[in-house]
Nanobody, 128 residues
């Protein structure tokens, strides 16, 4: 079982930055790919970024590429999402997610169905 707790959300002006954190409990964190997703009001949850357990591979949605950076610290059981040059369209609840079981060192799942564990979400609001 893995429990995930996000933090770091808030209100920021367009062009600003935020750093989200996701603290995980459970022994499988260090061998689990991790992902960030987001859900805006009235929209479906969408993929934002993912990182392999080895940190060797990261992948991003086109909408955030070049602005967001995902990273992880396996010693601290924490994954991060650094968000720069924020835009009003980035406003959403951001969720971190963990894949269950062992995965290959370069595995980076992109779809919701591939993740078994989810945090409660943290609100990010970007004002124009």
């Amino acid at each position: 079982q893995v429990q995930l707790v996000e933090s770091g959300g808030g209100l920021v002006q367009a062009g600003g930055s935020l750093r989200l954190s996701c603290a995980a409990s459970g022994r499988t964190f260090s061998t689990s790919p991790m992902g960030w997703f987001r859900q805006a009001p009235g929209k479906e949850r969408e993929f934002v970024a993912t990182i392999s357990w080895s940190s060797t591979i990261t992948r991003y949605a086109d909408s955030v590429k070049g602005r967001f950076t995902i990273s992880r610290d396996n010693a601290k059981n924490t994954v991060y999402l650094q968000m720069n040059s924020l835009k009003p369209e980035d406003t959403a609840v951001y969720y971190c997610a963990a894949k269950a079981g062992y995965s290959g060192a370069a595995y980076t799942p992109l779809t919701i169905r591939e993740y078994a564990y989810w945090g409660q979400g943290t609100q990010v609001t970007v004002s124009s």
